[in-house]
């Protein structure tokens, strides 16, 4: 979770929920759980950061949808998370935006930076030119000149 191009490999791959188990047991647990919101929202996808409980970590276990929302963070004890997934959610958000305005993955699609990690062959990432192209979202209120 620490090293943003793991994350980002595998939303390039097209995957719409990450697991992340850990096992922390450090007072730098809230850092993680700012990480946790992070990854989701910049690769728009569900980010599912589990940690160890009792003896083996500190819990606060959470649970973020692909706009950086916390749908359920857990206390410091072992506990069940029946969480709902919509996989519809994660493909819309990733069409038209984070809450219809950022676009993170198709602006890392179109970047003028060259990260070598994330060429191909052909210079494309097949997934990321599934989600169409970037757009400036519009204000109903406000003409475009």
């Not at 009792?54 to 410091?76: E, F, K, Y």
């Not at 984070?98 to 676009?103: E, H, N, P, V």
């Not at 993170?104 to 930076?113: H, T």
């Amino acid at each position: 979770m620490w090293f943003p191009e793991t994350t980002r490999t595998l939303a390039a791959m097209g995957a719409e929920v990450i697991l992340h188990p850990t096992m922390t047991d450090t007072i730098d647990r809230d850092i993680e759980l700012s990480i946790a919101r992070t990854n989701a929202a910049v690769n728009q996808c569900y980010f599912f950061d589990i940690n160890g409980a009792g003896a083996l970590g500190n819990g606060r276990s959470i649970v973020v949808g692909p706009s950086g929302d916390v749908i359920h963070q857990a206390g410091t004890g072992e506990e069940v998370m029946p969480i709902e997934v919509d996989m519809n959610r994660v493909r819309r958000e990733r069409e038209t935006g984070l809450r219809g305005l950022g676009q993170p993955l198709k602006s890392f699609r179109e970047r003028r930076v060259d990260f070598s990690v994330y060429r191909s062959e052909n210079g494309s990432t097949a997934f990321l030119d599934t989600l169409g192209p970037l757009a400036k979202p519009l204000r109903a209120d406000v003409e475009e000149y």
